[in-house]
């Protein structure tokens, strides 16, 4: 696509609930990645993909996490027994990686309230 | 030690001044930096990168890095109010990851 899809927009859920976040980035991006960003803070790095498989997934925070990227395109984060401190707008970023350039281009975000 | 840290300001300055915004990062191997600007309610996007030590000039925009002192900073010459934004340092760090510092909000009063 012409940007980084993300869906959905805003997502209200309650406490315990599980919740799946989408997104589908620039066609030909082989890199992707998963940030979460809170009020007045920068974005916090979760995990990334190198097509199909996870890169590095140092920075999800527990096992109640988990992303997939099963074609090396279209990446879900999963998120189970959610808890309030997982309020947060959820950040998709692709990239073509060669040369060490490496530059994101950002979707709209998930913004995820738990109540 | 935060791997990428920023004073999170606000930094306010006049229209038409130079805004400074500055940068330290922990890793040393670090090899790529990038400045991102992230108006309120909306993502984070691209304004430079810098890869060498150094001055790199695009428009109003100067990036500077220095490796040994592991700081990088960006210059906003004429500063406009829709300058106004957070923008945000990113270093590269093992492999392709990108890590954030918590980002500088820059207010510049018309």
């Known amino acids: 696509g012409a940007g980084v899809s993300q869906t959905p927009s805003n997502k209200v859920t309650e406490k315990g609930k599980y919740v799946e976040l989408r997104c589908d980035p620039i066609?030909?991006?082989?890199?992707l990645y998963w940030y979460r960003q809170s009020l007045g803070q920068g974005p916090e790095f979760l995990i990334y993909?190198?097509?199909?498989?996870?890169?590095?997934d140092s920075g999800l925070p527990n096992d109640r996490f988990f992303a997939v990227r099963p074609e090396g395109s279209v990446s879900t984060l999963k998120i189970q027994r959610t808890e309030r401190g997982d309020s947060a707008v959820y950040l998709c970023?692709?990239?073509?990686?060669?040369?060490?350039?490496?530059?994101?281009?950002f979707g709209a975000g998930s913004r995820l309230t738990v109540l | 030690q935060k791997e990428v840290e920023q004073n999170s300001g606000p930094l306010s300055v006049p229209e038409g001044a130079i805004a400074s915004l500055n940068c330290t990062y922990s890793?040393?191997?670090?090899?790529?930096f990038f400045w991102y600007r992230q108006y309120s309610g909306k993502s984070p996007e691209l304004i430079m990168s810098?890869?060498?030590?150094g001055d790199k000039e695009d428009g109003r925009f100067t990036a500077q890095l220095n490796k040994a002192s592991q700081y990088v900073s960006l210059l906003i010459r004429d500063s406009q109010p829709s300058d106004s934004a957070t923008y945000l340092c990113?270093?590269?760090?093992?492999?392709?990851?990108?890590?954030f510092g918590a980002g500088t909000r820059l207010f510049v009063k018309a």
């Open positions: 970023a692709s990239s073509f990686q060669g040369s060490g350039a490496n530059v994101l281009t």
């Open positions: 066609s030909g991006h082989t890199a």
């Open positions: 993909f190198q097509g199909t498989g996870a890169a590095d």
């Open positions: 890793d040393r191997g670090s090899q790529s």
């Open positions: 810098i890869y060498s030590n």
């Open positions: 990113a270093v590269i760090t093992g492999g392709f990851k990108t890590i």
